[in-house]
């Protein structure tokens, strides 16, 4: 079925980096891209990046691109992203997916708050 | 960016009662593949979302068959026949066809 859980919440100062974890199990890591999507307080859904684990080509939104890196270990199925020069726009829940617009399921991961405050 | 746009933004439903969401996009979502990449999800409050309906009308395992999509190019719907306490929630529509994937603003459903 699959299972997606990420690294807990964080609180950083404007100007600081974040990076965010997202550990895979029960399903071929390799075979699916992982999406990164952010839903800011009381706000909806922002789908924001993407990465193919199997050979690291990766997607990024305009209004994000040249700020966030998206990387994988494939030896330990897990997926990081690190967002830079953090401001308080970018305050949000951010969630890590098993993505699929096919029959597939897609799994979320639970979640990370990030926090950014001075 | 292709525009995804919901109405309405907020609905009052009755128990029992049918409900319907409409979303509409600023471009064809069919694909040159022949699918259309049209998903609706649910987001309950507190929790990720979970995905209802994949390709206009596919509803995913689980999903109770009160749950219903259709339509195509640019307007789509979903339908709840009845509406029942546990669809309580904010419901998105998402396009997959078009780099960067895009949503509409949500729809909050409550009794």
């Known amino acids: 079925q699959g299972l997606l859980v990420q690294s807990g919440a964080e609180v950083k100062r404007p100007g600081a980096s974040v990076r965010v974890s997202c550990k895979a199990s029960?399903?071929?890591?390799?075979?699916?891209?992982i999406s990164w999507l952010r839903q800011a307080p009381g706000q909806g859904l922002e789908w924001i990046a993407w990465i193919n684990p199997l050979n690291g080509d990766t997607f990024y939104t305009k209004m994000i691109r040249g700020r966030l890196i998206l990387t994988t270990d494939t030896s330990t199925s897990t997926a990081y992203m690190e967002l830079k020069s953090l401001t308080s726009d970018d305050t949000a829940i951010y969630f890590c997916?098993?993505?699929?617009?096919?029959?597939?399921?897609?799994?979320w991961g639970q979640g990370t708050l990030v926090t950014v405050s001075s | 960016d292709v525009a995804m746009t919901q109405s309405p933004l907020s609905l009052a439903v009755t128990l029992g009662q049918p409900a319907s969401i409409s979303c509409r996009s600023g471009q064809s979502l069919a694909h040159r593949e022949g699918k259309t990449y049209l998903t609706w999800f649910q987001q309950r409050p507190g929790q990720p979302p979970r995905r209802l309906i994949y390709?206009?009308?596919n509803r995913d395992s689980g999903v109770p068959d009160r749950f219903s999509g259709s339509g195509s190019v640019t307007d789509f719907t979903l339908r709840i026949s009845w509406v029942e306490a546990e669809d309580v929630g904010v419901y998105y529509c998402m396009q997959g066809t078009h780099w960067p994937w895009t949503f509409g603003q949500g729809t909050k459903v409550e009794i």
């Open positions: 997916a098993r993505d699929s617009l096919e029959s597939y399921n897609w799994i």
């Open positions: 029960g399903y071929n890591f390799l075979t699916n891209g």
């Open positions: 390709q206009v009308s």
